[in-house]
């Protein structure tokens, strides 16, 4: 399944999901479920940006954007965390005035019993989100992932306190966890926003990734007279690019050298999914300097 129709269901489920918290708030009046509720809200907003985002990542290069719209996945990821962000203000907002003025929660058990379904769909959806996420390495899959398992964690949780709200009639537990859920869900967003500047700032690979790359290199250093330097690597959205020089001796005909290099490529390609390698070569003893650039006014 692609990662869009992930997403076209999640706006699916997020529809659902509001529909349900919104009830369960309706019958009970609290305002632990409320913020709940506003959290769904945010999922069918954040759900809604991410679909297009992805789909705008999977067009290809253009002349204005000859390198493909790949980063179009941070996007989604920071507004999704800005959304996040803003839901948690207007829950303290809502949890401060009911802790000034308290009201008695009625129908607790049927208003519980729709959160709980939300919860239960939010959860196997997150699940098989995330799987996909972490195969295709979407970073936009992965923060809607990452929110609906927010959004269960927060269920579960004023599933718990309105239960020590029913058995100790204690009402300014109520607002207190709507303040808990605020505070966990912005936790989140910072996550989120956080990921998408790396993602924009061209982050770059994971050092795990980057020892593989090593390793491949490793492989050819051992086998031919040739060395590699000015390594560098970066993330964009699902593509991965690292580029490169590659010295081999300066009495090697264009062809061997050529092979040689298309050999190097195809090596990192297979070992890393998703990699973009390119690769500049140079005889040995022919060194670049950009790293010494000096900016001009």
């Known amino acids: 399944m692609q990662v869009s129709s992930y997403l076209k ?3 699916a489920v997020a529809l659902a999901t509001i529909a349900l918290k919104t ?24 759900a809604s940006f991410a679909l297009a985002m992805v789909t705008l990542a999977a067009q ?10 790949h980063k179009a996945e941070y996007f989604a990821s920071g507004f999704e965390g800005a959304l996040i962000g803003l839901a948690a203000i207007v829950i ?81 537990l109520d607002p207190l966890l709507a303040i808990g859920v605020a ?6 967003a910072l996550h989120l926003v956080r990921r998408s500047w790396d993602g924009l700032m061209d982050r770059a690979l994971e050092p795990e990734v980057q020892q593989r790359i090593e390793a491949t290199l490793d492989g050819f250093r051992h086998r031919q007279s040739v060395r590699f330097d000015h390594i560098v690597t970066r993330r964009a959205g699902q593509r991965r690019f690292v580029d490169l020089h590659m010295h081999m001796p300066a009495g090697w005909s264009l062809g061997r050298a050529a ?31 950009f790293h010494d650039l000096v900016d001009t006014p």
Not at 25 to 33: C, I, P, R
Not at 134 to 160: M, Q
Not at 183 to 188: H, K
């Open 60 to 69: 290809p290069p253009d002349e204005e954007h000859p390198y493909g719209h």
């Open 9 to 11: 269901i999640s706006v």
């Open 23 to 46: 009830g369960a708030w309706w019958l009970t009046g609290s305002v632990g479920l409320l913020s709940d509720a506003l959290e769904s809200l945010v999922n069918l907003a954040g």
């Open 259 to 289: 092979a040689l290099r298309t050999s190097v490529e195809q090596a990192l390609m297979s070992e890393v999914p998703g990699l973009r390698a390119t690769i500049q070569l140079l005889p040995i003893g022919v060194e670049t300097h």
């Open 183 to 188: 505070v966990n869900i912005g936790r989140e």
């Open 92 to 172: 303290v907002g809502a949890a401060v005035d009911r802790l000034l003025h308290p009201q008695p929660l009625q129908q607790l058990g049927i208003g519980l019993a729709l959160s709980v379904l939300a919860s239960v769909l939010n959860g196997a959806l997150a699940w098989a989100m995330l799987r996909k996420a972490r195969a295709v390495r979407s970073i936009a899959l992965e923060g809607d992932a990452r929110h609906l398992f927010t959004d269960v964690w927060t269920t579960a949780g004023v599933v718990a306190g309105l239960a020590g709200v029913h058995l100790t009639g204690w009402l300014w």
